[in-house]
């Protein structure tokens, strides 16, 4: 079983909004990451988690926060988004580093 | 130069076709290559996967890698509709890296 889960699939929000988009795996990896694609372009990397612990932050602004309450589980919480980050975000996981990387389905998001 | 360099296209070819994507990428230390299928508006799907030069078979599909020259492709026989997606190149960054540098994406149509 090499399957990501995410939900929702489609969230609107507005810009004073508090959301949270989740993430869930079960085949025991280690890394799991958020990504943002916006269209007609690939991912950017946003955050990673390994073995729990955030090891990696590209400079992404405050109001998206990261949680890993357990190994299986992303979120990405969100809070005072800009009609700009109207993405579809993604979660992947891995084994481990130069690992291959598992994405899930994606959300949607649309900042109003 | 980008380390990883992909011809966005859009490449149009009739079903049955062979179809060649294909990526350039300028770091010698890269060892672990990936091929992602993308539908739109869903999360990339792992394709492929190769560690080494020569090619690597699954299907239809072909993933050829050749470090002398820094070249990676990916090779669709008896191409049909339902491969019309886009098609991503992906490395990882290196040793301890939890980082894939991916390619900007190739879109690929297949005409019936």
């Known amino acids: 079983d090499t399957e990501v889960t995410q939900t929702p699939k489609h969230l609107v929000m507005g810009m004073t909004n508090k959301k949270s988009l989740k993430c869930e795996q079960h085949m025991g990896h280690r890394a799991m990451y958020w990504y943002k694609q916006k269209a007609k372009k690939p991912p950017e990397l946003m955050f990673v988690y390994s073995y729990e612990k955030l090891s990696i932050n590209e400079s992404v602004p405050s109001r998206f926060s990261p949680e890993c309450p357990n190994s299986s589980l992303l979120n990405l919480h969100l809070h005072a988004l800009q009609p700009e980050d109207s993405a579809l975000y993604l979660c992947?996981?891995?084994?481990?580093?130069?690992?291959?990387?598992?994405f899930g389905p994606g959300t949607r998001l649309l900042v109003l | 130069q980008k380390e990883v360099e992909q011809d966005p296209g859009p490449l149009s070819v009739p079903e049955g076709a062979i179809v060649s994507l294909n990526c350039t990428y300028s770091?010698?230390?890269?060892?672990?290559f990936m091929w992602y299928r993308q539908y739109s508006r869903k999360g990339p799907e792992l394709l492929m996967y190769t560690y080494s030069s020569g090619n690597k078979e699954d299907g239809r599909f072909t993933a050829q890698v050749d470090k002398s020259s820094k070249y990676i492709s990916l090779f669709i026989r008896d191409s049909q509709p339902s491969d019309s997606a886009t098609y991503l190149c992906a490395i990882p960054s290196g040793a301890g890296s939890y980082q894939l540098t991916f390619g900007k994406g190739t879109k690929l149509s297949v005409i019936p």
């Open positions: 992947a996981s891995s084994r481990g580093d130069q690992e291959t990387q598992y």
């Open positions: 770091n010698s230390a890269f060892q672990y």
